[in-house]
């Protein structure tokens, strides 16, 4: 069974002295703007700093001044960019950032990265940008060019991981697969320790999870199927220094790494990525906005010949 794992990405700053995002917005208009997207929210946990949905389709994160979403699948997150801009006016709006990366089977989707960024452009002058060859790995980024600009200490980081060893795809597409078992086999007690944790696993396949500490965020998000397994990390602590060990996991046959505002990405590229990993693109970006991006996709070197993939052509079109 086919599936597109590959999140589209949303952040949306606004004028917290205007309006709390987290204070006076209630769950009834995320409802909303999730529905927007072609998603729905499944559950929710909270704290005073931050309040996490979990979604059918990936993510949702709100904080006082500002929200981000993620969705996968073939929804249509700009559909939700747009139901905000109308619902609360563009005038609250300080900063809007949208990413999208490249996708296994992208002629199945309902609109290209193009097709959203010409209309955000609508709403607000922007610079868009491809991070890494249109022929590999790469990730799309429109942003709004404005008077706004970033905190230096504003970081977040995503680790996004392709075709994971056959042992990680059939532990993660046993029948009935328990919470407690996924969250041992990624070592989650040593990684969350003290936060608060939402996860749901999906069915035939697949499986969320939201974590948050105070102001502080994890998101993962597995799609296990052989053929076209991903799974993706996102946080706004540094998971650099821990992709040894989610790697370890996963043994990924290519991966990527994206940072904003994480100086110090080189140097912790080369202490933490295992040597068994070559990269086939680096690319880094001082953004007018203010934010710092590093993007690198790493291959793990072919030393034999496999067998090609039989395809049944009675199947529907994208999978072939």
């Excluded at 209630?26 to 909270?46: G, M, T, Y």
């Excluded at 249509?76 to 990413?99: M, R």
């Excluded at 199945?108 to 249109?134: E, H, T």
Aim: aromatic residues 14%.
């Amino acid at each position: 069974m086919f599936f597109e794992g590959s999140e589209k990405k949303a952040e949306v700053i606004i004028n917290d002295r205007q309006l709390s995002l987290l204070d006076d917005v209630n769950d009834e208009f995320w409802a909303r703007l999730v529905s927007a997207s072609n998603a729905r929210i499944l559950s929710c946990i909270k704290n005073e700093s931050c309040k996490a949905y979990l979604l059918s389709e990936s993510s949702l994160f709100v904080w006082h001044d500002r929200f981000l979403i993620l969705t996968c699948g073939v929804t249509q997150l700009v559909n939700s960019i747009e139901f905000f801009i109308h619902e609360l006016g563009i005038n609250k709006i300080e900063q809007v950032t949208y990413q999208r990366k490249n996708e296994y089977f992208s002629h199945a989707q309902p609109s290209c990265f193009g097709d959203d960024a010409k209309r955000l452009a609508k709403y607000v002058s922007g610079k868009a940008y491809r991070f890494g060859p249109m022929d590999s790995h790469h990730n799309y980024l429109f942003h709004q060019d404005n008077h706004f600009r970033a905190d230096i200490n504003a970081k977040s980081y995503q680790l996004l991981a392709y075709q994971i060893s056959r042992q990680a795809s059939a532990l993660l597409t046993t029948k009935n697969l328990a919470v407690e078992r996924i969250r041992d086999f990624f070592c989650l007690d040593e990684i969350l320790a003290g936060f608060t944790i939402d996860d749901f696993v999906f069915q035939p396949f697949g499986y969320s999870l939201n974590a948050i500490f105070e102001d502080q965020y994890l998101t993962i998000h597995v799609t296990p199927q052989a053929d076209s397994s991903y799974v993706s990390f996102e946080a706004n602590f540094d998971l650099i220094t821990l992709a040894t060990k989610i790697l370890a996991i996963l043994q990924p046959a290519s991966f990527d790494l994206l940072s904003f505002n994480e100086l110090s990405f080189a140097e912790k590229v080369v202490d933490s990525v295992p040597q068994d990993y070559i990269s086939k693109s680096l690319v880094s970006e001082k953004l007018s906005n203010g934010y710092q991006v590093h993007f690198a996709n790493f291959i793990r070197e072919q030393v034999a010949y496999t067998r090609p993939i039989f395809l049944d052509i009675a199947e529907e079109n994208h999978t072939l």
